[in-house]
């Protein structure tokens, strides 16, 4: 751990080399998402030819597919209630061409969320619930766009900013996410309302990855 400079103010990195020998069998197209109450995972086989989202209990126990389809379903999140849980969903492999899908925490399809020939995709629930961040390339670049968990009210938040991966800060003010604009990846923030962009990596050597917030919204955790 180390603190950043002073232009970066309070928050702190972690930087992690070390992941759960569990986590090995995952794809690594996104990183498992935990259930918000009663101890579940969601992930992605990585021997499997069909990516399917299947939940297992944190004791190893109950695994099951959710999705069970012909097509690509990956890249899930709960909601923060556990109840229900947004995914990408691809039609076939090849280039990104993934939609938005909500679906209830035991599998059932609820809703098509965005509908567009471009990549839709990285659905990441704010912590109110109110709120789904992605990453879309609608607009010809890798951006993030905020709707409502019906579909609606859909909202750019950055431009250009060749969006990789996201994250919401535990207060849902801000996005931290992996950009690819710089000469190497870097980690940043923004404002949801798209202000105050700030680059917080600042590295010229090294290849920064999946931000996280710390619970408390003091530190992020990243790969690298």
Known sequence: MRKINDTQKSTRFISF????????SFTLMAPPSLGSEEGWL?????WVDNLEI?????????????????????E?????DGKKIVFARQPVKGACKRDIFLMSANGVLLKQLTNHPA???????SPDGKSIAFVSYRDGGEDLYLMTPNGDN???VTNDA????????????QLVFTSKKDELPQIHVINVDGTGLKNLSQSRTTKDWYPVYSPDGK??????
């Open 219 to 224: 530190e992020i955790a990243f790969g690298r």
């Open 162 to 173: 060749q969006v990789s991966f996201l994250n919401w800060s535990p207060d849902g003010k």
């Open 154 to 156: 859909l909202r750019k």
């Open 54 to 74: 299947e939940a297992i209990h944190l004791d190893g126990s109950n695994r099951r597919n959710l999705t069970n389809s012909p097509q690509q379903e990956v």
């Open 17 to 24: 080399a070390t992941v759960l020998t569990f986590c090995l």
């Open 42 to 46: 969601l992930f992605n086989p990585a």
């Open 76 to 80: 899930a999140d709960w909601s923060p």
């Open 119 to 125: 990549c839709d995709r990285t659905p990441r629930w």
